[in-house]
């Protein structure tokens, strides 16, 4: 797998941050602008594959640290557990919270469960993505 | 705002993500499986409790009000249906905890599973056409990875074919889904049901109203669309197959049932006399081929297309009678049908083969599996007291009250070679002594796993008995959804109420 070629080694040294940091700006920007969770977890693993061909299967698993099934499962229950709070508010499923409040830094912060649902689609796609394209570089080996 | 109609859908998913978590353990896996699976068919019961007492269940999703945002809607039909679901479901998780091996547990099964079900009871529930179409993706997607779990080559063939065959049909509805939308520039259902009838070219109507035939009629595997089906499910593991089975086709019957009720009534006498023809031809054709087999499940598989034409006559007669008859068709059919392919898998546990003439004496040496058997033979078969019996009594009477003497003549000709072909199983696999020169594959007989193959059996088998003997509050239900689907302005009134003052 391994490309041998030091400008693309450097330059997914260099990437790898960019991207991963380009993704959640992506993340976070889309609630009403264009990006979201699906859009910024493609940037994410598009990053983690360009340090896969960069160096080795070893190195990208080692940079992701965790394996890509666990954060399948952990964004699917993200994304689900984000349609209930409205229920025992006596709403409908997936219908928006929202819980503003000003940090000292930061200035006025507003979260919902709709950012939960979109943290949850950036790691469902992040982990299905990944899980297939490591199976596939593994095999390949 | 009543919970109970989203349930269905919300406990499925969050059962599936939560098994995708626990991937490492085999036995988080299963426990989820069956307390996921046994929890919905808890919430689909009171779901039809709900529905029974209050009528129809609408919830607004993510409060975005009708007929902008997707509705899920609940009326005696979808109640019944989930719980039909949630039956199946549960019966196949507990079937699985012996059934299905740790390498398909090892590849996703049981999320798979969870995945199914929600795609099945999203498809019954939702009240938005292009809702509908997602939740057909999310159950195509799901069942073509159920369906190569194994990944043996006749599976892998099986499954291009359903694919290729599936992804046609789903193109179809997606064109309908837009000629409906520039006709009447809305996707609610209860909407479309409610502009059409004000629309005045009723030649287009037509035309987008056989574009839905043809797009349901393969996945109900109506004929002449129904090859796929006895191609690809014969292939799978033994619960796969029962799950699909049971479930999956029926999707597609429901789906008619609703566009056909809900939305084109305005030339019955045109779409519903093809829906009669199309009704004759599945009986037939699927019977036939099944007449024709000797491999256990293909039997049974081009049973599933036979069945499909009685549900879809019912449809088609349009008549109260025949619509409680088609009603009462799709729930008896959908137990008997899931049991005799669980009951296929114990014999293939039994014989390690599928193949009629390679098996016998299994009454002999088991006759409870036997009387297991009968149970649901002789009820797809008709024969009273049990559920297939009033299930064919209530269509053939519609029919003669309809004077469609032709369809009649051919449903109890059906109803004979459905017979016969039951017969021939019974005769083959437990009857007959078992043929010289072919050794038992014993595989594992131990009735220490064994077990959970035969617990859903049971159940099933009872079910199927009780429905028989105490047939009174299905036939009410049945009845009700009847009245309900003969009576689209209920649907509209429970959806739009409020939109339209």
């Not at chain 1, 689900?80 to 928006?96: D, E, I, K």
């Amino acid at each position: 797998m391994n490309m041998h070629s030091l400008i693309l080694r450097t330059a997914g040294h260099f990437l790898l941050p960019l991207l991963l940091l380009f993704s959640v700006f992506l993340l976070l920007r889309g609630h009403d602008e264009p990006g979201g969770g699906f859009i910024g977890g493609l940037v994410a693993a598009a990053a983690i594959v360009l340090y896969l061909f960069s160096m080795d299967i070893r190195s990208a698993r080692k940079v992701l640290r965790v394996d890509p099934r666990d954060l399948l499962g952990a964004g699917m229950v993200l994304a689900v557990v984000s349609a209930l709070p409205a229920a025992f508010l006596g709403q409908a499923f997936f219908t928006a919270q929202w819980w503003e409040f000003t940090a000292p830094v930061f200035g006025e912060i507003k979260l919902s469960t709709v950012l939960v649902f979109d943290i949850g689609v950036y790691l469902v796609v992040i982990g299905s993505v990944l899980t297939i394209m490591l199976n596939l570089a593994e095999a390949e080996d | 705002m009543n919970m109970s109609v989203a349930l269905p859908v919300i406990i499925p998913l969050l059962a599936g993500a939560l098994s995708v978590m626990f991937w490492r353990s085999h036995f988080a896996q299963r426990a989820l499986g069956v307390l996921g699976t046994g929890a919905m068919l808890a919430a689909t019961v009171w779901l039809l409790l709900e529905t029974w007492e209050h009528g129809h269940i609408v919830m607004e999703m993510g409060s975005w009000p009708a007929p902008f945002g997707i509705v899920l809607v609940s009326d005696m039909l979808a109640a019944i249906m989930v719980v039909l679901s949630g039956i199946i479901g549960f019966a196949t998780a507990v079937y699985s905890l012996s059934g299905i091996g740790k390498m398909s547990e090892k590849f996703g099964y049981y999320p798979l599973l969870h995945l199914l079900l929600a795609g099945v009871n999203g498809a019954f529930l939702t009240g938005d056409i292009f809702n509908l179409y997602v939740w057909f993706e999310v159950m195509l997607v799901a069942s073509f990875a159920l369906l190569i779990l194994g990944g043996e080559r006749a599976q892998m063939e099986g499954a291009i074919k359903y694919v290729t065959l599936n992804l046609l049909s789903s193109m179809i509805f997606l064109t309908a889904i837009g000629l409906t939308y520039g006709l009447t520039g809305t996707l609610n259902m209860a909407d479309i049901g409610d502009k059409l009838s004000t629309v005045e070219d009723t030649g287009l109507i037509t035309v987008i109203a056989m574009l839905y035939l043809v797009a349901f009629g393969v996945k109900a595997a109506a004929f002449p669309f129904f090859f796929w089906l006895p191609a690809s499910y014969h292939t799978p593991k033994v619960a796969v197959s029962a799950l699909f089975a049971g479930l999956l086709t029926k999707v597609g019957v429901y789906a008619l049932f609703r566009v056909f009720t809900l939305i084109f009534n305005q030339d019955v006498d045109y779409t519903h006399e093809i829906l009669l023809w199309v009704a004759a031809a599945t009986m037939l054709t699927g019977v036939l081929g099944a007449a024709a087999h000797y491999e256990f499940r293909r039997i049974l598989s081009f049973h599933i297309i036979s069945q499909i034409g009685y549900m879809i006559m019912g449809l088609a007669l349009f008549t109260p009678l025949a619509l409680v008859g088609g009603v009462f068709y799709i729930m008896h059919h959908i137990i008997v049908k899931a049991n005799l392919f669980l009951i296929s898998g114990i014999t293939f546990v039994m014989k390690g083969t599928h193949e009629l003439k390679h098996m016998g004496g299994i009454y002999r040496t088991n006759p409870m599996l036997g009387v297991l058997f009968l149970i649901p033979a002789l009820s797809l078969a008709g024969l009273p007291p049990l559920s297939g019996f009033f299930a064919k009594f209530i269509i053939i009477r519609a029919g003669i009250e309809a004077e469609a003497y032709w369809v009649v003549a051919v449903a109890l000709v059906v109803g004979l070679l459905t017979l016969y072909s039951m017969i021939k199983i019974w005769a083959e696999v437990f009857w007959k002594a078992q043929p010289e020169g072919v050794e038992d594959e014993l595989r594992d007989v131990s009735s220490g796993p064994m077990i959970w193959m035969w617990v859903p059996v049971i159940m099933l088998a009872l079910m199927t008995v009780a429905i028989g003997l105490y047939g009174e509050p299905i036939y009410q239900m049945a009845a009700m959804s009847a009245e309900q689907l003969l009576d689209p302005s209920q649907y509209i009134e429970a959806v739009l109420g409020e939109a339209r003052q």
